[in-house]
């Protein structure tokens, strides 16, 4: 009994890993009171990520197609799967840390942050097992509108401001992404994924035209430089839950998103090689601005920020290689990225963390949060036996052995400016002393500094031991391009 | 004990020493036997691999996989041997006289100090024993990082500054430069394991050699090859004990052995289609070496002057290095050798000086040897190694760099270096000379009562060093041999 | 070209210059509202050049959806930032948010 309904879930893995998170936000609002709400969202989110995870070690292990009934609307290709998972576990992550930081609503308001954030995390994953064209776009939004909510939530009025600037921005980008749609369907005849992929084109202009408008619309809400303007006032001033969705959760999700539109894009006789060129110039300037900016920057969230926009810069420029090689480079760094991103997002939450004043000597006062900050710091530095070094090192290859030094070059910089801006972190972390009494002394719960420990560990321990999950991104960049051909 | 259980031992004995120096700070005296006993430990390792790669015993340690085909893993063959021998041999002396300086110089945090000297000597091993170009990157990066404290450790802005032109250096150069030039070897030869003959030979064409040659040497920041030598003299001021880790037992030695094996074992004979790019770093370190000496020869803080005389010594270890025959790579290790013992002593000679005498410029040396004969007994003797005299080691070195060049049909570079050890006996020998045959001075110094044991004895026992390349040229040389021959 | 293809590009081009001027607006207008309303263009007009391009009924349908729920989410915004700062141009914002940022520092 009970393993025939084990079965039967695992048959709907899909829409199962989506809707656990929609009525585990609807069920948090019902809920009693922040605890009693965390405790659902919790479980709605390790629910979730149980089945996404199961999934796609299915479909990357054994290769098992993952057919539903609802095959319509839902489509899990590998790297659908792969980042699926990825961001499920994500969110479990995102999740717990926000326990700790739950305070900063008024009780009646926590239950519906927590929802936001899953719906967040929902919307993204939607999109990165929709089927078609519409599924992406109505996935994307729901999660854009989800944490633009989560942002205006935070106490601070600034934020107000960015989450304007997030509708604005996001808003546009839908636009983008609806007449893209159009012109692409008027072009290729489609907007089912495969579909548009094995099209016969006619149209090439309309088609070109629609997949780069489609592709700039969901860029838009990546943040990808050089149409992030609306990231810094953001992550500045946002509080603790909603750094951790706009930060990890949309920017993770996003560029997946990208990885796998891409995917069945670049394959395109007719329009591939065009698509190719606009992510690696998107790619190439993103890796050089975020770079600089988070050199320049004096807030710890802003530097992740910008930092995090030098990652995404790195994965589209993987992508933009269109191997197979490439996309499972970008799913690496999409991993290291997701890790550090955690870890420091999570770290600074836990720790109290605002400028960058605020961390001096935060290694000795609170050394857990001081640990995680500099795993993530490290890793965002490319250093050695980290995943970061891994996701660069892949680039690299990949971009060397296509004979594209100047996407190398624009790594190596990327590196170069982290040990600045990383070094910078580890330098005040550890040898700096603390000029004021610790000033965001709190209670936190012991162990909602369990998420970015874990990420931490995942992002050294997945650099000195990375044949896991070489192996997944190897099987998922194989099954799109199998799946695609 | 095998020679696996060695290198383990050779690697985690350090490792341990810095942790029980941290952890057992009190009493002092605990501290110090702590600090002096791994330290012998490690170089009876040491010693004990030397045998091992004599015999050509296998000693493999694994550690991590972290990209297919490149593991995380030391071995042992005879470079590194030797080299890691050397700078653990002189290690142990080096913690002898660190005991006796922090206790003399009341120097701050003595117990930081101690333990990342000792964490140093550890990532030299890790240099020295590395089996990849992978490992070897790791390991240099974690010396740099074990470094940068002892350079920064006082603490005020003098030093800050210092370690931030230290650490800024040395990782820019390791990642803008060396980093990519390892990837690029690994997309081309899919391995970067190090090993007789090259990695790369057979597989590179001219450009891609040129440009490889020029960015892994110029990455070696750690070998002070012009234009990347700037931290050196910067970091001139640090503490004591960190000048001898650097220009000693730790960072040169880790830049030379860094040039020997890209050059013998990723390029091997490889090295011949890196003809333009592998002159014009001879031409580049033959100059700057002369100009290093001529430097020197300005500088009247004894320090500084020391450390452009090291600059103008481990270029030689380039030029031998670069010149692509057994004869030079024979000269390079040599070099690494004499110039680790005359450096370790010169250092810790200074250090005796300074605090004994509080005295750090040249002209308040002079005479200073008839109040402290042992002390500047041995700082003669290193001087006259650096310069090149014989019968000490430097003067091996320099007449196999002298042969190689020759042998190459590079006279020019032979010229080069006949030039530098004159200008190294400008700035070194009337310095060595005057603090023995000068008056003694009368003023009063601020520990009256002289050096302690433990401040004279390492610096004889260093300086004796200095005299054992004089008969064991010839083991050595067939010692060295499998370096640059290939498994066949 | 058939007259009937001949409207069909001009409404086209019509739409995607709505959509252009929309976004733009958007982007860069100073008041809340007046960015709400560039955004209410430019989707409109993508729906139109999707419509006559012949874009299925799904995607227009999510448009709408995605229209309804966008409005609704700017003018709860809206609201919330006049109640906050009194304010609604974009300048006036950043500049309460500099003068907070420098107390903040300076306290």
């Known amino acids: 009994m009970i393993a025939a309904l084990l079965d039967l879930a695992r048959t709907h893995a899909p829409l199962l890993s989506l809707s656990t998170l929609v009525i585990g936000a609807a069920l948090a609002i019902a809920g009693a009171g922040p605890r009693l709400s965390w405790f659902i969202a919790l479980a709605a989110a390790l629910a979730s990520a149980a089945f996404a995870s199961d999934m796609a070690l299915r479909l990357l292990t054994d290769g098992e197609i993952v057919l539903t009934i609802e095959g319509a609307a839902l489509f899990p290709d590998g790297v659908g799967a792969f980042a699926g998972a990825l961001l499920a576990g994500v969110a479990v992550l995102a999740v717990m840390a926000a326990g700790a930081s739950l305070g900063d609503y008024e009780r009646r308001a926590a239950p519906f ?18 089927r078609d064209l519409v599924g992406v776009l109505i996935a994307v939004e729901t999660a854009w509108l989800a944490s633009v909510g989560l942002v205006a ?3 601070q009025r600034a934020a107000l401001n960015g989450a304007l ?25 489609a907007l089912d994924l495969p579909a548009i992929a094995a099209a016969h084109v006619e149209r090439a202009d309309a088609a070109a035209l629609g997949a780069g408008l489609v592709l700039l619309g969901v860029a838009l809400k990546a943040g990808v430089a050089p149409l992030h303007e609306w990231m810094g006032a953001v992550l500045g001033r946002v509080n603790a839950v909603g750094a951790l969705a706009v930060g990890v959760l949309c920017a993770i999700g996003a560029i997946a998103v990208i990885v796998r539109l891409a995917a069945y894009l670049l394959p395109s006789l007719a329009f591939g090689e065009g698509v190719s ?3 690696a110039v998107l790619g190439g300037a993103s890796v050089v601005i975020g770079s600089v900016q988070a050199v320049g920057s004096h807030n710890l969230r802003r530097m992740t920020g910008y930092a995090g926009i030098a990652q995404a810069g790195g994965v589209l420029l993987c992508v933009a290689l269109a191997s197979p090689a490439g996309y499972a480079a970008a799913l690496v760094q999409l991993t290291a990225f997701a890790g550090a991103a955690l870890a420091l997002f999570g770290g600074a939450a836990a720790g109290g963390v605002q400028t960058l004043e605020t961390l001096d000597g935060l290694g000795r006062r609170a050394p857990l949060a001081g640990a995680a900050i500099m795993a993530g710091a490290v890793s965002l530095m490319g250093a050695p036996l980290t995943l970061g070094f891994l996701g660069r090192w892949r680039l690299v290859e990949a971009g060397v052995g296509a004979g594209w030094w100047w996407a ?78 | 004990m095998s020679a696996q259980f060695a290198l383990l031992g050779a690697l985690l004995a350090p490792v341990l020493q810095a942790a029980f120096v941290l952890s057992l700070q009190r009493p002092p005296g605990l501290r110090d036997m702590m600090h002096i006993g791994f330290a012998l430990l490690t170089a009876a390792f040491a010693a004990r691999l030397i045998s091992a790669a004599a015999n050509a015993e296998a000693a493999r340690i694994v550690l991590a996989e972290p990209l297919p085909n490149v593991d995380l893993a030391f071995t042992v063959e005879p470079l590194g041997a030797l080299v890691a021998a050397t700078v653990a041999g002189l290690g142990a002396v080096h913690a002898v006289h660190a005991v006796g300086l922090v206790r003399a110089t009341q120097e701050k945090a003595p117990a930081r100090l101690m333990a990342f000297t000792a964490l140093s000597v550890a990532a030299t091993m890790a240099v020295a024993f590395s089996a990849n170009l992978f490992t070897f990157f790791v390991a240099y990066q974690a010396l740099t990082l074990c470094v940068f404290p002892l350079v920064a450790h006082r603490g005020d802005e003098e030093a800050r500054r210092a370690g931030r032109t230290f650490l800024a250096t040395l990782l820019t150069a390791s990642m803008g430069l060396f980093l990519p030039a390892m990837i690029w070897t690994y997309a081309i030869a899919g391995a970067l394991d190090f090993q007789p003959g090259g990695v790369l030979a057979g597989r590179v064409n001219t450009l891609t050699a040129n440009i490889l040659l020029v ?10 090859v012009p234009p990347l030598h700037r931290w050196l003299p910067a970091a001139s001021r640090a503490p004591d004990p960190a000048l001898v880790t650097i220009m000693g037992v730790a960072i040169l030695p880790a830049g030379g052995v860094g040039l020997i094996k890209v050059a013998a074992f990723v390029f091997g004979p490889a090295l011949s289609e890196a003809r333009i790019a592998a002159l014009g770093l001879i031409a580049l370190s033959g100059v700057s070496m002369c100009a290093a000496a001529l430097i020197a020869l300005s500088r009247q803080d004894v320090r500084e002057r020391l450390a452009y005389s090291c600059i103008a010594q481990s270029l030689a270890v380039a030029m031998g290095a670069l010149v692509a ?41 002079v005479g200073l040897g008839r109040v402290m004969p042992w002390t500047f007994a041995g700082f003669a003797l290193a001087c006259a190694s650096m310069v090149g005299m014989p019968p000490f080691s430097g003067a091996w070195a320099k007449l196999w760099l002298i042969t190689a060049s020759a042998g190459a049909g590079l006279v020019w570079a032979a010229v080069l270096v006949g030039v530098a050890a004159v200008l190294t006996f400008a700035h070194l020998g009337p310095l060595a000379a005057n603090t023995l045959a000068g008056k003694a001075p009368t003023d009063a110094f601020k520990k009256p009562d002289g050096a302690s044991i433990l401040l004279a004895a390492p610096v004889i026992l260093s300086a004796a060093a200095t005299l054992w390349l004089l008969v064991l040229a010839d083991p050595l040389a067939s010692f060295l041999s499998p370096i640059w021959t290939p498994d066949s | 070209m058939t007259p009937e293809a001949l409207t069909i590009r001009l409404i086209v081009a019509a739409a995607i210059a709505l959509t252009a001027f929309g976004a733009v607006a958007a982007w860069v207008s100073g008041n809340a509202i007046k960015r709400l309303a560039g955004l209410v263009a430019a989707m409109a007009g993508a729906m139109v050049a999707a419509a006559a391009l012949g874009a299925p009924d799904a995607l227009l349908g999510g448009a709408v959806a995605i229209v309804f729920a966008t409005v609704a989410a700017g003018v709860a915004l809206a609201v919330r930032l006049q109640e906050a700062y009194g304010a609604i141009e974009a300048p006036e914002l950043d500049q309460a948010d500099r003068q907070d940022e420098a107390s903040e520092r300076a306290p």
């Open chain 1, 165 to 189: 600037r997030m509708l604005g921005a996001g808003g546009v980008g839908g636009a983008m992404f609806v007449l893209g749609a159009g012109l692409l369907h008027h072009g290729a005849g």
């Open chain 1, 153 to 155: 939530m935070s106490a």
């Open chain 1, 408 to 485: 190398a070059g624009a790594v190596i910089f990327a590196s170069l400016a982290g040990v600045f801006y990383g070094g910078r972190l580890i330098e005040r972390l550890y040898f700096r002393r603390a000029g004021e009494v610790y000033a965001g002394a709190r209670d936190v719960w012991r162990w909602a500094m369990a998420p970015m420990l874990a990420a931490s560990i995942v992002v050294i321990g997945l650099g000195v031991a990375p044949a896991g999950l070489l192996a997944a991104a190897d099987a998922a960049a194989a099954h799109i391009a199998g799946s695609v051909r």
């Open chain 1, 113 to 130: 942050a927590l929802a936001l954030l899953l719906l967040t995390a929902a919307g993204w994953i939607g999109a990165l097992m929709a």
């Open chain 1, 277 to 279: 060129i606009a992510l």
């Open chain 2, 215 to 224: 960015l892994f040497v110029l990455g070696l920041a750690m070998a002070a």
């Open chain 2, 325 to 365: 025959l057994p004869v030079g790579l024979f000269a390079a290790a040599l070099q690494i050798v004499a110039l680790a013992c005359a450096a370790t002593t010169l250092t810790m000679a200074l250090g005796t000086t300074a605090a004994v005498t509080a005295r750090r410029t040249a002209i308040d040396f």
